[in-house]
C-alpha cells in the first residue's frame, strides 16, 4: 500500500518561536504532489501549502515552508514565527493517479503556548 | 467567489436506515472528491466524480454511492447504515484535467452519527 506516514501525533510549540512537522510518503510514480493541510477544532480542511515533485525548489507560503527530500521521501512542515492561531491538526497528503486522489497522514495536532 | 458548501451540518441516524449528503463545489470547479473522516484520523478517499461521472473510487463498498449533478454539486448516498460509517465526511472540489493535479478545496464536512 502507499502511505503517508505522520509519526508525531502531537507537537508543542512556544509563540513567536519555529516548529517543525515531520512527514513521509511512500509512491512507486514519478510524478505526484504533496501537500499539508491544516484542520482546526472548527473542523474545515484547509490548504496550507502544496509542492510538486518534479520541482527541486522547495515551497514557501509567508510563515510556511516545506523541506523536500524527494530521494528520501520527506516532506517536513517548517512554521515561522509560530502564532495561537497555528493551533490545529496538521495532515501531510499525497496526490497521485489519474484521479489525483489524495492520501492523507493521521496527522499532527499542533498547540501553541502563549 | 463561493468556497464548497455541505448540507446538513450534523446528522443522526439508525442503524439500516439510509443517509443523504451533499455538495455544493467551488465557482469554476469540475470534480468533486468525497472522504470520510473518523475521530482522530486522516481523511479515506471514498470516490471522485467528474463530469456527472465517477472517476476512480477508494475501498469503500457499494451501499456508498453518489452523484454529481450538471452544476458540479454532488450527493453521497449511504444505504445500510452501520455504526462504523459515524464519522465526518468530507467534500473536495477541483478543477481536474488529464495532465495535471489541482488543488482540492474542502468544505466544512457533516458530521454523520449512526446510533
Known amino acids: 500500500a502507499q502511505t503517508v506516514t505522520q509519526s508525531q501525533p502531537e507537537m508543542s510549540v512556544q509563540e513567536a518561536e519555529t516548529v517543525t512537522l515531520s512527514c513521509t510518503y511512500d509512491?512507486?510514480?514519478?510524478?505526484?504532489?504533496l501537500f499539508w493541510y491544516k484542520q482546526p477544532p472548527s473542523r474545515q480542511m484547509i490548504l496550507v501549502i502544496r509542492?510538486?515533485?518534479?520541482?527541486?525548489q522547495n515551497a514557501t507560503e509567508n510563515r510556511f515552508s516545506v523541506n523536500f527530500q524527494k530521494a528520501a521521501k520527506s516532506f517536513s512542515l517548517k512554521i515561522s514565527d509560530s502564532q495561537l492561531g497555528d493551533a490545529a491538526m496538521y495532515f501531510c497528503a499525497r496526490s497521485t493517479g489519474a484521479n489525483s486522489k489524495l492520501t492523507f497522514g493521521k496527522g499532527i495536532t499542533l498547540s501553541v503556548r502563549p | 467567489e463561493t468556497g464548497v458548501t455541505q448540507s446538513p451540518t450534523h446528522l443522526i441516524k439508525t442503524r439500516g436506515q439510509q443517509v443523504t449528503l451533499r455538495c455544493s463545489s467551488q465557482?469554476?470547479?469540475?470534480?468533486v472528491s468525497w472522504y470520510q473522516q473518523a475521530l482522530g484520523q486522516g481523511p479515506q478517499f471514498i470516490f471522485q466524480?467528474?463530469?456527472?461521472?465517477?472517476?476512480g473510487r477508494g475501498n469503500f463498498p457499494p451501499r456508498f454511492s453518489g452523484l454529481q449533478f450538471p452544476n458540479y454539486s454532488s450527493e453521497l448516498n449511504v444505504n445500510a447504515l452501520e455504526l462504523d460509517d459515524s464519522a465526518l465526511y468530507l467534500c473536495?472540489?477541483?478543477?481536474?484535467?488529464?495532465?495535471?493535479?489541482?488543488?482540492?478545496?474542502f468544505g466544512p464536512g457533516t458530521r454523520l452519527t449512526v446510533l
Open positions: 509542492q510538486e515533485a518534479y520541482k527541486q
Open positions: 466524480y467528474y463530469r456527472e461521472e465517477e472517476n
Open positions: 509512491t512507486s510514480e514519478s510524478d505526484y504532489y
Open positions: 465557482s469554476g470547479h469540475n470534480t
Open positions: 473536495a472540489s477541483s478543477t481536474w484535467t488529464i495532465s495535471t493535479a489541482d488543488t482540492q478545496y
